[in-house]
């Protein structure tokens, strides 16, 4: 595989599995100032952005809620396995979708996830059915542990 297309690889498995485990949310008090501009999504998972609400750098926002920690950061120094991956990939996206899904282990950590998609790709691209399209994915690793960012 082309460095290219790792790095896609790479970037679209950090986007798409943190899309797919935030969906709940906690609620919050407080405020923010942004950093950059960006949009203010209603929903993550779906990308919703009801009347396309962009946030202003140094504007002063009220905190709502928050993402409730996602799968792998709620795992850190345990051991988990593929099959629990591939349901959450399932419950995210749909039957089937975690069957796309190739793990990666060394050493007994996960090192990376390897996302099979079919279509094209665009900021408006449907996850789901680009999964759906996908062919199904093997992986030689069955579990592993998850570590601190900065292995």
């Not at 202003?56 to 928050?66: D, F, G, Q, S």
């Not at 990666?104 to 090192?111: D, L, P």
Request: net charge positive.
């Amino acid at each position: 595989m082309k460095p290219f297309w790792k790095a896609i690889f790479i970037s679209i498995c950090i986007t798409v599995f943190t899309a797919a485990t935030v969906y709940a949310q906690v609620s919050m008090k407080g405020w923010f100032i942004a950093g950059q501009t960006c949009e203010a999504y209603q929903s993550i998972k779906k990308g919703t952005n009801p009347g396309h609400v962009r946030l202003v750098p140094k504007k002063k926002y009220e905190l709502i809620a928050k993402n409730k920690r996602d799968y792998f950061s709620a795992n850190i120094g345990k051991t988990i396995s593929v099959a629990n991956i591939r349901d959450k990939f399932d419950q995210a996206f749909g039957h089937g979708a975690g069957k796309k899904i190739n793990v990666k282990c060394s050493s007994g950590m996960i090192t990376e996830l390897w996302i099979n998609l079919k279509g094209e790709i665009t900021p408006q691209s449907d996850v789901a059915l680009l999964l759906k399209n996908a062919d199904k994915a093997t992986s030689k690793c069955r579990s592993g542990v998850i570590d601190p960012v900065g292995y």
